[in-house]
Each structure stands twice: as structure tokens, then as C-alpha cells.
């Protein structure tokens, strides 16, 4: 079965940090670009991040550039989103997702695979 699975979420007070973690099993993550999302209740869901599947090339939305880290390894089949001074603002879902091969350079726009999220809670 051909499925990605994100994990590190939590409870994280203002200020606080996190890794999300987006492993692949089924298929090997290192020929796709990887983006990460985050979705609110009530609104569309958006690209955090994204990565290209040579690792090199990576984008930030500019809400997060500075805070976050995109990484992948390849060795572990994974691609990391590491969170730092992280604000409620930054409550929600986060999904990781590849697209097809125009997916990176578009911007990670239209993911074809999502993983099923992971909850992110920023709250003192």
C-alpha cells in the first residue's frame, strides 16, 4: 500500500519548537518533491514548505521563512518539517504531500498523495 505518514505533532507552548516527521512506505520518497501544509478549520488548506526530490531546492511560504526547516533522508525514506518559535497562529493540521513532476517547480501545487496529518497545538 503506497501511503505517507506524518507524526511529531503535539502541544507546544508559544515559543516552543517541533519536528514533523512524513515517512513513505510503499514507495521511495526520494524521486518526488515533498510539501508540507497546514489547514485550519474553516479555511483552504496551505503550502508551509515544500522540497525538491534531489533535496536541494527547497521554498518557504514567507509566513514561516526563518522559523522553519524543510529536510529529507533518504536513507529513512522521510522528509522533516522542523518548527521553531512557533505561534497559535500556527495551530491546525499539518499535511505532508507529493505531486506529480511539475509539483515542485509549480509550488507545490495540486498534490496528488496526502498523508493523513498530524495535529499541531500551540497554547500556553
Known amino acids: 500500500q503506497l501511503q505517507l505518514v506524518e507524526s511529531g505533532g503535539g502541544l507546544v507552548q508559544p515559543g516552543g519548537s517541533l519536528t514533523l516527521s512524513c515517512v513513505a512506505s510503499g514507495f521511495n520518497l526520494d524521486m518526488y518533491a515533498v510539501g508540507w501544509f497546514h489547514e485550519v478549520p474553516g479555511k483552504k488548506r496551505e503550502v508551509r514548505s515544500c522540497?525538491?526530490?534531489?533535496?536541494?531546492?527547497?521554498t518557504y511560504a514567507d509566513s514561516v521563512k526563518d522559523r522553519f526547516t524543510i529536510s529529507r533522508d533518504k536513507a529513512k525514506n522521510t522528509v522533516y518539517l522542523q518548527m521553531t518559535n512557533l505561534q497559535p497562529k500556527g495551530t491546525g493540521v499539518y499535511y505532508c504531500?507529493?505531486?506529480?513532476?511539475?509539483?515542485?517547480?509549480?509550488?507545490?501545487?495540486?498534490?496528488?498523495?496526502w498523508g493523513q496529518g498530524t495535529q499541531v497545538t500551540v497554547s500556553s
Open positions: 504531500a507529493t505531486g506529480g513532476n511539475s509539483f515542485f517547480a509549480s509550488g507545490c501545487v495540486g498534490p496528488v498523495r
Open positions: 522540497i525538491s526530490a534531489s533535496g536541494g531546492p527547497v
